[in-house]
């Protein structure tokens, strides 16, 4: 079995200043590590993933998140934040092979971005 | 291409009523899920579906039915509402060999 932890439920910043939302799993297979956002009564996007290769991932709007195996975490940042990053991200987490077509989710942190 | 649409958004039932919610997606995907949002819970996994004729059932699947007799469509059935089934329903979808899934817009469910 697996599971994902999300340490903080709300994360509360200012524009322009970093953050980092942090999410650790549990698995006794290899995995794969994933963020997902959801906007304000919205669906989810996939917002970047770890498959295999470099540890750190980037997305198109700045966030990046490092798989570090040796603390099963896969925390996500962002250098400097804007308002229309305010919304809920979910870290999720795969097996990489056998029953790969399971994505278990964290619980999700809210981030909000204030002026 | 609509991608994943649900119908409808927004539904209220009485307690022992019974509906379908509703998934389709455009993209020939094999894989379909169905999951619940509630708050502070995340999105648990209620059933999926590899390919059409096959389904299983996932984290919570107690109260609901799914089938799936089209590759584009996998409808969710709650046989006798309850309260504890007051939450976001989201499908998603996703190629075999892709790890990315697609998801639905939601339907915001209340059980009274």
């Known amino acids: 079995a697996q599971s994902v932890t999300q340490l903080d439920s709300q994360v509360p910043v200012f524009e322009e200043a970093p953050v980092e939302l942090r999410c650790n799993y549990s698995?006794?297979?290899?995995?794969?590590l994933f963020w997902y956002v959801q906007y304000p009564n919205q669906g989810l996007q996939l917002l970047l993933k770890y498959l295999s290769g470099s540890t750190l991932v980037e997305s198109i709007n700045g966030f990046e998140a490092e798989f570090n195996k040796s603390q099963t975490s896969f925390h996500l940042r962002k250098p400097s934040v804007h308002i229309s990053d305010t919304a809920e991200y979910f870290c999720?987490?795969?097996?990489?092979?056998?029953?790969?077509?399971?994505?278990?989710f964290g619980k999700g942190t809210l981030l909000t971005v204030n002026p | 291409n609509a991608g994943v649409t649900q119908t409808p958004k927004f539904q209220v039932l009485k307690t022992g009523q019974s509906m379908t919610l509703q998934c389709a997606q455009d993209?020939?995907?094999?894989?379909m899920s169905w999951y619940r949002q509630d708050p502070g819970m995340g999105l648990r996994l209620i059933h999926y579906s590899v390919g059409a004729g096959i389904t299983d059932q996932g984290e919570v699947p107690n109260g609901y039915n799914v089938s799936r007799s089209t590759t584009e469509d996998f409808p969710l059935r709650l046989l006798s509402a309850a309260p504890s089934q007051t939450s976001v329903y989201f499908c998603a979808s996703r190629l075999r060999d892709s790890y990315e899934q697609y998801f639905g817009p939601g339907t915001r469910l209340t059980v009274t």
């Open positions: 993209m020939n995907h094999e894989y």
């Open positions: 999720a987490v795969s097996n990489s092979g056998g029953s790969n077509y399971k994505l278990t």
């Open positions: 698995s006794s297979v290899s995995v794969y």
